[in-house]
T-cell receptor, first 109, second 114 residues
């Protein structure tokens, strides 16, 4: 079992739908990072969380430290949101980074 | 055997110097990356590179330049080092560029600029 698990692996939705991508981890972390990788390959950092909730535009990220779980939400999804979304855990035992395998999101117009 | 290796592990240098960090991967991957992790642990992508394309994060100063002598290596050269360059730099690699797969990270290089 991977120390960082994402679900779903693939998600197809209609434009306008509310999207939730989940990330669970089994190790102690100092922070959790959400990244977005576009079809062209470029990677963009979205959020880094150690507690609570952060919002940027239509994107919201939450983390529950006790439950070892984080979610990334997209409101009013748009085809340009189509990308791979990746969570990465910064381990507090040795500062290493473990990436989830990504969630491939496809928003249909 | 180490999949992604970086050298040196620690680098302490004076402001204004030019330095390089080396990265090697033995996974046969096509794409390699450099990340910077600052003192607040925030991770930022600096470059992604395969044999055909270099993608540069627009926030990266042009004092930083990646150089790839071959597919297994992506070295990071930094000119005229500044205090703000102090950070941990991670190299990573992954299979083909257009299909995201899990990235494999090197152990990091802690750069301290005095």
């Amino acid at each position: 079992k991977n120390e960082v698990e994402q679900s779903p692996q693939n998600l197809t939705a209609q434009e306008g739908e509310f999207i939730t991508i989940n990330c669970s981890y089994s190790v102690g972390i100092s922070a959790l990072h959400w990244l977005q990788q576009h079809p062209g390959g470029g990677i963009v950092s979205l959020f880094m969380l150690s507690s609570g909730k952060k919002k940027h535009g239509r994107l919201i990220a939450t983390i529950n430290i006790q439950e070892k779980h984080s979610s990334l939400h997209i409101t009013a999804s748009h085809p340009r949101d189509s990308a791979v979304y990746i969570c990465a855990a910064l381990l507090n035992r040795d500062d290493k980074i473990i990436f989830g395998k990504g969630t491939r999101l496809h928003i249909l117009p | 055997d180490t999949a992604v290796s970086q050298t040196p592990k620690y680098l302490v240098t004076q402001m204004g110097n030019d330095k390089s960090i080396k990265c090697e991967q033995n996974l046969g991957h096509d794409t390699m990356y450099w990340y910077k992790q600052d003192s607040k642990k925030f991770l930022k992508i600096m470059f992604s590179y395969n044999n055909k394309e270099l993608i540069i994060n627009e926030t990266v100063p042009n004092r930083f330049s990646p150089k790839s002598p071959d597919k297994a290596h992506l070295n990071l050269h930094i000119n005229s080092l500044e205090l703000g360059d102090s950070a941990v730099y991670f190299c990573a690699s992954s299979p083909p560029h257009l299909s995201y797969n899990e990235q494999f990270f090197g152990p990091g290089t802690r750069l301290t600029v005095l």
